[in-house]
């Protein structure tokens, strides 16, 4: 299991929580999604390294951006 934090902008509300963790956790291979509303921290535990790419168009989907590390 691999756990990785990932920075997300524009995030308000639970909505917005609960969007971007059904985005992320659609993913293939993701197990949990953990979102800290007030930092916008991401925590994705995953079976193997993800992709950052696909983790991007995943929270672009929800209809938020990923910030670079
Ligand atoms: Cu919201």
């Known amino acids: 299991m691999v756990n990785t934090t ?11 929580v609960s969007s971007v963790s059904a985005e992320v956790g659609a993913i293939a291979g993701v197990r949990d999604v953990q979102v800290d509303l007030a930092t916008g921290r991401v925590t994705v535990s995953s079976d193997q390294p993800l992709d950052v790419e696909i983790v991007r168009a995943a929270v672009d989907e929800a209809g938020y951006d990923l910030v670079d590390a």
């Open 6 to 16: 990932y920075q997300v902008q524009g995030m308000t509300c639970g909505h917005c």
